[in-house]
């Protein structure tokens, strides 16, 4: 990933974080966007204080199409091109459909769906214009194929992304740009594990379920991220690839 810029939206914590900071240690230009700005500057300096790269943070929300416009213009002006962009942000909790507000489905919907396509089709934009290829790696979940009681919203959104994922995979080939998907599984130290399995007893019972008997950790979606962004995988297009240790061929429902 020498001299190639990433841009990792949700970056400043959790898997966000840890994928900007293996790209930084691969010797990529990073750039995270998140809406905290001084979560943003801790991961900044964070970051840059265990390696040599590029650094920028950009406050925005992917819901806002000027806000990732200008993320895009600022990478440009920071770093020259855009390479990679992970769509990692995204928006979750738990609620019985029959009691979820209709703003309580559009809100994450309109984070993970419309925020997905909103730096997918601005970045690709870029991509395209630069013709220099690059890759994207959009962050789903394995119930956007088997669906989950508890988060209709996020499943849905999550099926509306692997869709685009394809779409956009079999349409912008021809420029070089590459569309995958990752949909990890119960990982520690994420948001997801914060909202999805908060207690010990949820935590215990997930492992009990999983045909490896553990969580994943954050360098497991590192590995994978690494691989699908680079030229390690250039010729894997439009794939998913699961990082759950199994969990979801042996058992689809979390909760
Ligand atoms: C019921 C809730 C709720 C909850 C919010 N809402 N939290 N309803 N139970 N716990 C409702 C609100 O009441 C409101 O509806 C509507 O949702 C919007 O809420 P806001 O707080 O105004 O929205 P916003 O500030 O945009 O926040 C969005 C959010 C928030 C999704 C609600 O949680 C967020 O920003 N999360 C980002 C971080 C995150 O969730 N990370 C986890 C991703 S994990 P009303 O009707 O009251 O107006 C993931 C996959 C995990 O995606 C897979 C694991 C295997």
Do not use: D, H, Q, T
């Given at each position: 990933m020498e001299e190639k810029t990433a841009i990792v939206t949700g970056g400043s914590n959790g898997m966000g974080k840890a994928m900007a900071e293996r790209f930084a240690s691969k010797g990529a230009n990073i750039v995270i966007t998140g809406r905290n700005e001084e979560r943003l500057a801790n991961a900044k300096s964070d970051i840059q204080s265990k390696t040599d790269a590029g650094v920028l943070t950009v406050q925005m929300d992917v819901r806002d199409r000027d806000d990732v416009q200008r993320t895009v213009d600022e990478t440009k002006n920071a770093f020259g091109q855009i390479d990679v962009l992970v769509n990692n942000a995204a928006g979750n909790f738990i609620s019985q459909a029959e009691n979820l507000s209709e703003n309580g489905w559009k809100a994450v919907i309109d984070i993970c769906l419309n925020g997905t396509w909103n730096c997918s089709q601005l970045v690709g934009k870029e991509m395209i214009a630069q013709k220099t290829g690059g890759s994207m790696l959009n962050m789903i979940a394995t119930y956007a194929w088997t669906g989950s009681a508890g988060v209709v919203h996020s499943a849905a959104a999550k099926g509306g992304i692997l869709a685009l994922t394809?779409?956009?995979?079999?349409?912008?080939?021809?420029?070089?740009?590459?569309?995958?998907?990752?949909?990890?599984?119960?990982?520690?130290n994420t948001g997801g594990a914060e909202k999805l399995f908060a207690s010990e007893s949820q935590v215990k019972q997930i492992k009990r379920m999983n045909p490896l008997g553990e969580v994943g950790k954050l360098d497991d979606v590192a590995d994978a991220a690494e691989f699908l962004v680079s030229s390690q995988s250039r010729y894997v297009n439009g794939d998913c690839m699961t990082v759950d240790g199994g969990q979801w061929i042996a058992n689809s429902r979390y909760m």
């Open positions: 394809k779409s956009l995979a079999i349409e912008w080939g021809k420029y070089g740009i590459r569309v995958n998907a990752m949909a990890p599984g119960p990982i520690e």
